[in-house]
Structures are given as structure tokens and as C-alpha cells.
């Protein structure tokens, strides 16, 4: 079963008042950081498996944030020791599943409450009444992987505005490595020959086994034969890569 997911933002307004700006937050400009430890009410707090508090400062005075699904957007006052979050707060709409949905509702609010925020070269730590959220530059906690040689396997299928989640996605892997590209779709393997260029990687016509495939294995194979195709702009972010073209892409993680 295919669960899709709009991708498109959904501008929601918070309760801060606050003028924003850079403020005495150029220190932050420019950063992602990643969370460590969180205690809440002098306890610590778990996170759902595989996520973290993620929080990214612009350089032209924006911050956004995600905690395991959506990810959320506005402007940022750094000013006075404390994040003060704009009026107008831009997020994506994806259905978040279990302790994911409540996620985005408390990170939300953590952030509305003006948490006080300190800079220790590149861990930032920031508190509010009850809530301390240990974070680390992503540089540090999670550096970019290697497009060549890493096993990508596939976690999202992205056309239009809408993101697919599947059983079987996991199954779906590739390699890059110079000129050659080698994968399964999760029924048959494949290889074949790929162009490369900055931010970009060209894929011509691959060759595949003739296993048969039924089902949704049959239908993850022709998501992926093509997503695979063409001109494609990629971004590797931790160990995350992102294939894109003009009317969608896929999403892969690598297996640390």
C-alpha cells in the first residue's frame, strides 16, 4: 500500500508578536545542528527511533526545524539571548504516524516559547522553564557521505507534491561509483552508465534482469526504473541523497 502525503506548505500563524531579525545571532547564521539529549521536567525526554530535533539558521535571519516528519519554516530574532520566531510560520503537511505527529507538536512549542539559546563552538544549547535541548553542528554530528561508493537505499517516492511510502522501498538500493551505476529495484538488479556533473548526474538506458515481478514489487520496479532517468540534480545532506527532476524525484538513506 502506497500512503502519499502532500508536500505543499501550509502557512500557519503563531503567537509571537516579537519584531525578528539576525539580532546578536550571526554566530548561528549559516549552521544546522543536530540534537544530542533532551531532558524535560529534569528527566530525560526519548525521541521515536531514528529522529532527532533538526534546526537550520539562514543567513538572511530564517530558521527551520523538523523533529522525524514535517518541517517547519519562518523568520528568526536571535536577540537578547533567545529565539523569537516570527508571526508567520510555513509548514509541510505530510500525515505524521504514532509518536511523530505529537513530535512536531512539541518541538513546535518549544520553539514558541522562546527558549533562551547558548553557542559553545559547535554544540548550542537551548532552554526553557522545563525543557533543555543539547544540540550538535551537523558538520560534527553527521558530515556529508560520499555520493561514489555508498549503498543508497531508497526511503521516498516524491511526484508532483506527494511523497509515497512503501513496503518494499527498503528492498530498493544503487551504488555510484565514477561512470557506472548498480542497483536492485527490489525484484530485479540493474546497471548501467552515468553521466556526472556539479549538483547533477545524468543516467542513460539501464539494463535489468528479466525476473518477473507482481504486485507491489512490480509497481516499486517502475517507480524507480523511472525516477531513474534523464537529467537529475542530487544533494547529499548526512546520509541522506536526494535525486530530483522537473516533476519529481527519490529519496535515499544510507546504512551507517
Known sequence: ?????????????????????????????????????????????????????????TTNGRISWNAGCNSSDTTVSTSDGRLSLGKE?????MGCMGPLQGQDSWIGGVLLAKPAWKLDGDKLVLSTENTTISLLDKETAEPDLALDGTKWNLTTVVTGEAASHQAGF???????????????????????????????????????????CAGDAATVESLVLKGLKGDLTYQIDGSTLQLRSSDGGLDFTARR
Do not use: H
Not at 539576525?22 to 544530542?36: E, I, K, N, V
Not at 551504488?175 to 552508465?193: A, D, I
Open 89 to 93: 510560520i510555513a509548514s509541510t503537511a
Open 1 to 57: 500500500m502506497i500512503v502519499l502525503a502532500s508536500t505543499g506548505l501550509l502557512l500557519l500563524l503563531s503567537a509571537c508578536g516579537n519584531d525578528v531579525g539576525t539580532g546578536g545571532g550571526a554566530s548561528l547564521a549559516g549552521r544546522t545542528f543536530l540534537s544530542t539529549s533532551i531532558t524535560e521536567n529534569g528527566k530525560p525526554r526519548p525521541l521515536a527511533a531514528k529522529t532527532k530535533v533538526r534546526l537550520q539558521f
Open 170 to 212: 527498503e528492498k530498493v538500493w544503487l551504488t555510484l561509483n565514477g561512470e557506472r551505476v548498480t542497483g536492485s529495484t527490489g525484484c530485479n538488479e540493474f546497471q548501467g552508465m552515468v553521466a556526472r556533473a556539479t549538483g547533477k548526474v545524468t543516467f542513460g538506458e539501464l539494463a535489468t534482469t528479466r525476473r518477473a
